[in-house]
């Protein structure tokens, strides 16, 4: 069985930093492209970045390039996002997702966590 956890959310002040993980079992981890994706209440889920399973591409939502890092080890089966100089719209439960390749279309993969909260107080 497959399983995606996210750590790493927490309360954070505007300008901040946190660093997301995505813990992965249960599937081959370094043939798996992982997305991240944010959702706030009532809105659908949005893309937020993308990294291949090799990790020699990698996406990013405009909204947030420049501030946000994709990273993975393939030996450790964790995936990472490292966000600077938070702002509070990047308040949002944040997910990571598994598929075979790149996309930023949520409704396209096939494995997902159940999400860590990020609030960035301003």
């Known amino acids: 069985q497959v399983h995606l956890v996210e750590s790493g959310g927490r309360l954070v002040q505007a300008g901040g930093s946190l660093r997301l993980s995505c813990a992965a079992s249960?599937?081959?981890?370094?043939?798996?492209?992982i997305g991240w994706f944010r959702q706030t209440s009532g809105k659908t889920r949005e893309f937020v970045s993308v990294i291949s399973w090799t990790g020699d591409s990698v996406y990013y939502a405009n909204s947030v390039k420049g501030r946000v890092t994709i990273s993975r080890d393939n030996v450790g089966n964790v995936a990472y996002l490292q966000m600077n100089n938070l702002k509070p719209e990047d308040t949002a439960v944040y997910y990571c997702a598994a598929r075979r390749s790149v996309q930023v279309d949520p409704e396209v993969y096939d494995f997902w966590g159940q999400g860590t909260q990020v609030t960035v107080s301003a």
């Open positions: 249960g599937l081959d981890f370094s043939n798996y492209a």
